[in-house]
């Protein structure tokens, strides 16, 4: 039954409506601008591996899902100086970092004659909000560190399903890049039974084996005299090279199927790319600059020897078939090298370790 009629009165007075708090806009200002040493910067990354190679992984995963800005990289080349070039990687990420900045790298590959590393890079940090630069990093660690951290998370993504696990590596290239390859392997699970190692340079290869040696890898190690035997010998190919063009042409050389790391980019023929399962970072990235996937797209005239993107091998949407040599070639994002700067950085707050150059920024009256 249903009654009719008015509302009956409520006694007691009405409660006061409900107002929200104001909201507290924190005054923008200029950051303070800080500078971190490489060896600040080795501090922070060394012995966390796992922690960095998660960070990438995440980063990475931001990126493929549209919350990064990440524009082609720019390469500065010298007529009078072919084999050296310098390039800018301009990026912007959301997530927890949320920081713009560009990454400023140069490879010189004659410095190493003179006993000097060939690449020198800096990362420029940039706040959010007001578009300041508020740290600069020295950043060849960090840009070794988010290359191997991407070497190793690929590795374990894409011989997921295979009978055995890669056991014999082999590194084709043996500075500092390759260093950092083995350290992030091994301190991310992986153990081999061989290492093989080949250099055009006999001292680098010798060292690399020296560095070996020390890092306590309880595994057989051979300096081979050449490319095809440590290529036929290895079933984890890493690819760390100075290469500006394609000088690995033989494909029979890959017919056990190896997994490789084409960190390089430039080392292998584009037939043996079209013969391969082929997995980038990014796929409008890559190919460019002539690497190797580019050079392949070149001689088809399409894309169609692409696998995918590792991420599309992550979230299921590829599938990488293992009857043939499973090939992934990172470009190299700059957002991976924003993620590691500003963990360094944030490292470096919290642990009262900043270094901050007073009055940087100079000029902060419009008017005088």
Not at 165 to 181: C, E, H, N, W
Not at 208 to 229: K, Q
């Amino acid at each position: 039954m249903t009654r009719s009629g008015p509302a009956p009165e409520r006694s007691g007075t009405a409660a006061p409506p409900v107002t929200a708090p104001p909201v507290t806009v924190p005054p923008i200002t200029v950051p303070p601008f800080a500078v971190i040493s490489g060896a600040q910067v080795q501090q922070t990354l060394q012995g966390r591996e796992r922690r960095i190679t998660e960070l990438i992984e995440d980063t990475y995963a931001l990126h493929c899902t549209g919350e990064s800005v990440n524009p082609p990289s720019y390469f500065l080349r010298f007529p009078d100086r072919p084999t050296a070039r310098i390039i800018a990687l301009p990026a912007s990420i959301g997530g927890r970092a949320r920081v713009d900045g560009i990454k400023w790298i140069s490879s010189f590959p004659d410095n190493v004659q003179a006993g000097i590393p060939r690449a020198s890079a800096v990362l420029i940090l940039n706040d959010h909000d007001t578009g300041y630069p508020f740290a600069c990093l020295e950043s060849s660690i960090i840009s070794a560190t988010r290359t191997a951290a991407m070497a190793a998370s690929a590795a374990a993504t894409l011989s997921r399903g295979r009978r055995t696990r890669p056991a014999r590596v082999g590194f084709f290239g043996t500075g500092l890049i390759a260093r950092y390859i083995h350290t992030f392997l091994t301190a991310t699970g992986w153990s081999f039974d061989e290492v093989g190692v080949y250099d055009t340079s006999a001292d680098s290869a010798a060292g690399f084996h020296d560095y070996l040696r020390a890092a306590g890898a309880p595994t057989r190690i051979t300096v081979h005299d050449g490319p095809e035997e440590l290529i036929r010998s290895s079933d984890l190919l890493v690819f760390a090279t100075v290469a500006g063009r394609p000088h690995i042409t033989d494909a029979a050389w890959f017919d056990h199927n190896p997994l490789v790391l084409h960190v390089s980019l430039r080392d292998l023929a584009p037939e043996i790319l079209l013969g391969s399962a082929n997995v980038v970072d990014d796929v409008e990235h890559c190919l460019k600059a002539d690497t190797s996937p580019h050079l392949a797209e070149q001689l088809t005239g399409n894309r169609d020897f692409l696998t995918g993107t590792l991420h599309d091998v992550t979230t299921g949407r590829a599938a990488v078939p293992h009857d043939r040599p499973v090939v992934f070639s990172p470009f190299g994002l700059g957002v991976l090298d924003l993620a590691v700067g500003k963990h360094v950085y944030d490292e470096a707050v919290g642990t009262g370790q900043l270094h901050v150059i007073e009055d940087f920024f100079h000029e902060l009256s419009r008017h005088g």
